[in-house]
């Protein structure tokens, strides 16, 4: 019974700590997007990310998609990112939040998944806010 009882925390410790890295990474991403840092938000790029803006969208290479990040960075200087809602779907993440920036605001998305041992970011849009 011992043997049972341990095996079942160790389980549930395992499947807590996860799930808490999990969400830790959606937090970095958010804070990588709240201060405008594209290097930072490379950093959690998969090597194909798909990224929708007001003007393009596609699926885009690791380094590609940090360029263009970083042009509309630049292009829209970054004031602030809240997130508004964000949860879990069949092992991926999501997160919806609200850039401002000095042109206006914008709708954001961020989907991540799970590849090997990391949380990826595989989607980012960007939709702006009539």
């Known amino acids: 019974m011992k043997k049972v009882a341990g095996l079942a925390i160790v389980a549930l410790a395992l499947i807590l700590i996860s799930f808490k890295a999990s969400f830790y990474n959606i937090d970095e991403v ?4 709240r201060t405008g840092n594209a290097s930072q938000l490379s950093s959690f790029l998969d090597n194909r ?10 699926t885009y290479s690791k380094s590609q998609a940090e360029l ?7 292009t ?3 004031q602030n990112f809240q997130v508004k809602h964000k949860g879990e779907n069949g092992g ?12 206006g605001d ?4 961020l989907f991540m998944k799970m590849k090997g041992d990391k949380q990826l970011l595989q989607e ?3 939709q702006p806010v009539e």
């Open 106 to 109: 914008f709708r954001t998305t």
């Open 124 to 126: 980012l849009r960007f």
């Open 76 to 78: 829209n200087r970054v």
């Open 92 to 103: 991926a993440e999501f997160c919806v939040g609200l850039l401002k920036t000095a042109n």
């Open 30 to 33: 958010a804070g990588a997007i």
């Open 68 to 74: 263009i990040i970083r042009d509309f960075f630049s």
């Open 49 to 58: 990310v798909d990224i929708s803006l007001p003007d393009l969208s596609d």
